[in-house]
């Protein structure tokens, strides 16, 4: 079983906390440990590993909550199951092996919850979109780029723990967006960086941007976003019940295939 506590709120999995910048040179190059370093430094929560069997796999999920995604706010939370569904009915889910985080961005990153290990029976705090936790704002602003790299640095600490635990763990980067970038302070440079070691170095299984097309966001400009993070894979969809729908499912298979 998923190791969890019975709190006030529902179930609780331990955690460590540690800070999210990395500090071990042994896992990656110090070029790499100074980008990491970059932006705020705080805490953060990871796994605890001990009852782990297998070793684990990290979802990571990045969902656009920009003001160009309002008039398609119910399609996408009607759709959002569907990707846990999928996790859910995973092999890796089943073995108590998958672990699961989710960002939402607009003008700023916001992180629904840390690492979590998704449990088939639902007995987890994996959150699920909602009116309250995904409302498009008002404004103009896309911070995808700052929502990657918010998310690298805890992918970084977890690798570290994982690696302090004897664990060797693997990830996987989904990010469902319907424009560009207008507003991040990180260099996209940065990231690809360090998607590149964490590629070569095989803690990065699979990474994939699904972009929702429209006139000001073309197949063209998604082909570029996906080069300039290094993702390895792009997909264009429609911006429909059906294509969003789709994108969810797509960024559930390629996490857990």
Not at 102 to 107: G, L
Not at 201 to 220: D, I, P
Not at 226 to 250: H, N, Q, Y
């Amino acid at each position: 079983m998923a190791s969890y506590e019975k709190g006030p709120g529902g179930f609780i999995q331990k955690k460590t906390r540690r800070r999210n910048k990395p500090t071990n040179t042994k896992i990656f190059r110090p070029e790499t440990v100074k980008i990491l370093e970059k932006g705020v430094d705080r805490e953060t929560e990871i796994p605890n590993f001990s009852e782990v069997t297998e070793d684990p796999v990290f979802a990571c999920f990045i969902i656009d909550a920009s003001p160009s995604m309002s008039p398609y706010r119910d399609d996408v939370i009607k759709s959002h199951p569907v990707m846990l569904d999928t996790l859910r009915a995973s092999a890796k889910c089943k073995n108590d092996a998958l672990y699961v985080i989710q960002y939402t961005f607009s003008r700023n990153s916001v992180r629904l919850h840390p690492f979590e290990k998704l449990d088939a029976h639902k007995q987890d705090k994996v959150a699920v979109l909602s009116p309250q936790n995904y409302n498009p704002d008002e404004g103009d602003s896309t911070s995808l780029y700052d929502t990657v790299f918010d998310l690298l640095k805890e992918m970084a600490v977890c690798i570290e723990q994982g690696y302090e635990d004897g664990i060797k763990s693997t990830f996987s980067i989904a990010v469902i967006s319907d424009g560009e970038d207008n507003t991040s302070k990180i260099k996209p440079a940065d990231i690809r960086s360090v998607i590149e070691e964490l590629r070569d170095k095989r803690y990065l299984r699979s990474s994939v941007v699904l972009g929702l097309l429209n006139q000001q966001f073309s197949k063209e400009r998604l082909e570029e976003i996906k080069s300039v993070l290094g993702f390895e894979k792009a997909i264009p969809l429609d911006r429909d019940p059906k294509s969003i729908r789709r994108a969810f499912e797509l960024a559930s298979r390629s996490s857990v295939s």
